[in-house]
């Protein structure tokens, strides 16, 4: 059955450091792959989308790197800011409806000042 | 980009009762789902709300425990029937941007049955 893994531990780190953080999939063949960030009490909100034929994505501090054949995406915050702190989710997508949207659990980072 | 208010925010609620969850679009869309989101874990797909017609449920859902409507293209609504503990969660719903495959959700709603 489709399998999506997020870094299972939250993640800490110091403010201004870069955070990393990792979607692995499995039993999944993705159209695209988005990134979504959720704050307490909120619901997600979209940040990044990026389809099986590239490689990387930006926009402002995020970076979102996509690799079918480790089946694995990367999602970067750089310059990190105590802001930044969330729950983010990763979403795997088929072509033709969100309906196909599965969602990860998510990672909570925590930027600390 | 599309703004939901979804209501109410919270409820505490006695087992055996049903909640409805009012969900309103400021703009007419097309697809708009209902998610749940248990403590720690990923987003689970209830239905898709129709327009017009039947609510279309995902594996594990029925309409007799999640009554939905969708009586135009701003408005839906989820109804928890029947409610035991196990249905406390967060329920959300959410619209799709058209030629985008976009999500925006509404900000949820944390339901708690005793």
């Known amino acids: 059955s489709q399998k999506i893994e997020q870094n299972s531990e939250a993640l800490n780190i110091q403010e201004g450091k870069t955070a990393t953080l990792t979607c692995n999939y499995t039993?999944?063949?993705?159209?695209?792959l988005q990134w979504y960030r959720q704050d307490p009490g909120r619901g997600p909100v979209f940040l990044l989308l990026?389809?099986?034929?590239?490689k990387e994505k930006r926009k402002e501090r995020l970076k979102v790197t996509f690799d079918t054949t480790l089946k694995q995406s990367l999602f970067h915050i750089t310059a990190s800011q105590p802001a930044d702190s969330a729950t983010y989710l990763c979403?795997?997508?088929?072509?033709?409806?969100?309906?196909?949207?599965?969602f990860g659990s998510g990672t909570q980072l925590t930027v600390l000042p | 980009s599309a703004v939901i208010s979804q209501k109410p925010s919270r409820d505490i609620c006695q087992r055996g009762t049903s909640l409805t969850i009012q969900c309103q679009v400021d703009?007419?869309?097309?697809?708009m789902f209902w998610y749940r989101q248990q403590p720690g874990q990923s987003l689970t797909l209830i239905a898709t709300?129709?327009?017009?017609?039947?609510?279309?449920?995902e594996s594990g859902f029925v309409i007799d425990k999640f009554p939905i409507s969708r009586p135009n293209l701003t408005f839906s609504t989820l109804t928890v029937s029947n409610m035991s503990p196990e249905d406390s969660s967060i329920y959300l719903c959410?619209?799709?941007?058209?030629?985008?495959?976009?999500?925006?959700f509404g900000s949820g709603t944390q339901l708690s049955v005793l």
């Open positions: 959410s619209v799709l941007e058209v030629n985008n495959e976009k999500l925006f």
């Open positions: 039993n999944y063949s993705p159209a695209y």
């Open positions: 990026i389809r099986e034929n590239e």
């Open positions: 979403a795997l997508g088929s072509s033709g409806s969100a309906r196909q949207l599965t």
């Open positions: 703009s007419q869309v097309t697809m």
């Open positions: 709300a129709n327009q017009g017609s039947e609510a279309t449920y």
